[in-house]
């Protein structure tokens, strides 16, 4: 990857993390946009589809309600693309092996996206007093742009975490990796479906809807049963 | 006096500053700044460019509702406004009924988008993802995209048009009724999935697909777990640490 491409990460960071909670909301933040988005900006958008398959589910049941802060689930994908796209390469290391390293990684640094998002939402407590102070002067061009410049501190914080995971988390690949990538080779599959089973399990246990076990039992083991009489 | 109306061009810059809703989310007022700036224009056609600082106090405090909903929120409240100055009797006046409808729509907005629609367009763009397509990510946009965007534009013209009455039409879409319904196939849906994962590993690992039901457990364990409040991070470096670890020592 060249710096042209980092720059690029970087732009899809910001445009990815403001659809979160201060643009639009169309879902372009969800890993399973995100992450095959940077991966398509970068040459290769398959290794972004695998990647954001492994997250979609995990943190989908956080809900982005009030002042609760979900993990950045957004920046562990673009960050993760990133990941798997420049280190993979320079370790000589390609494929599911390397996106499920580049995940591992990714997923506990995506915990300083809550940091930063609430540093960010901080910031914006003062351009709210500073926008209300305006609107209550007369001036609602001041309040219009005390509101858009928090576009800013969200753009900046998704910024930050992007920055966080690709810099520490390519530190920890490069120490890491070699140890690693011969376990992860041999638990490969099961390692991928792991993650998607344990996402798929996390929803089922937030979703908050009576029948919620019996009708994912059901489904379970009529589909299972199709596949393996059909 | 007559009841000013807006105009349609009020209403597009409306629907368009409705998706900035959230640009200065804040601790302290939450959606404050973005409830101002998205009735803004239609103030300006109703009071011209000088705001009475008396509006500017009504509409300026704290505002939290769901984003889907605000731009019914903000043109019933314009027209509440239009019909207080051309004099009328209002039977709830502004304030109230801010203060009366932004927690339910945010309750019934929060069930409906991410708790319904947004974990069924997920799975069904999983799904198409596991046959390897590059379609996943569309699929995905386009199904949670459709009624976001209908809603949003829908609800603004349906408080403009209706004023106070818009309450009730949204009551009778039944919308609490359709989140349970999407949440229910949802569930069925990660039953899918899981089933078809554990069908795959078995075919890879040459095992009997009997084998796959172990799965069923594995999983059920972990959906109590999460729902007893085990963070999907502590799950995951739970099974990864594990199977490296039989990686490593088989």
Known sequence: MVAGDYLLAGLVAMLTGLDRVALVQAMISRPLVAAPLTGWLLGNPMIGLEIGM????????????GAAIPPDDTQ???????????????????????????VLVAIPLGK??????????????RLAVSGENALLAGSTRGMERNHLFGLASFALASLATALVIVLVGSFILYEAAPFLIGAVREAGLSLQYSLVLVGAASLLGTINVNRSISLFCAAFTGTLLVLWLG | MKERGLSWLTLTRMYLRSFLLQA??????LQNLGFFYLILPGLHSLYGDELPEEVCRRHGGYFN????????????????????????????????????????????????????????????GLLVASQGSLWAPVVFLVLFNLPHLVLRGGGLLLGHMQGLNAIETVQKCRLPDLAIRLKESTTILIGILCAY???????????????????????LLFAWMAHKGVTSLFLVLLTTSSLLLLALLF
């Open chain 1, 54 to 65: 492994l997250l979609e589910l995990l943190w989908l049941g956080r809900l982005p309600v």
């Open chain 2, 24 to 29: 200065s989310w804040n601790f302290e007022k």
């Open chain 2, 197 to 219: 994962l554990s069908y795959k590993g078995c075919e890879h690992q040459s095992l009997s697909v009997v084998w796959g039901f172990v799965l069923l457990p594995v999983v």
């Open chain 1, 76 to 102: 562990v994908a673009v960050g993760a693309t990133v990941l798997a796209l420049s280190v993979g390469p320079l370790l000589g290391l390609h494929g599911m092996p390397m996106v499920i390293l580049a």
């Open chain 1, 112 to 125: 300083f996206g809550q940091v930063f998002d609430r540093l960010a939402r901080h910031v914006n407590d």
């Open chain 2, 65 to 124: 509702t769901h984003p889907c909903f605000a731009p019914l929120v903000a043109a019933t409240v314009l027209r509440l406004e239009a019909r207080s100055l051309a004099g009328e009797d209002l039977a709830v006046d502004v304030e109230t009924y801010k203060s009366m409808v932004m927690a339910p729509f945010a309750a019934m907005g929060d069930a409906l988008f991410w708790g319904g629609i947004r974990p069924l367009a997920a799975l069904i």
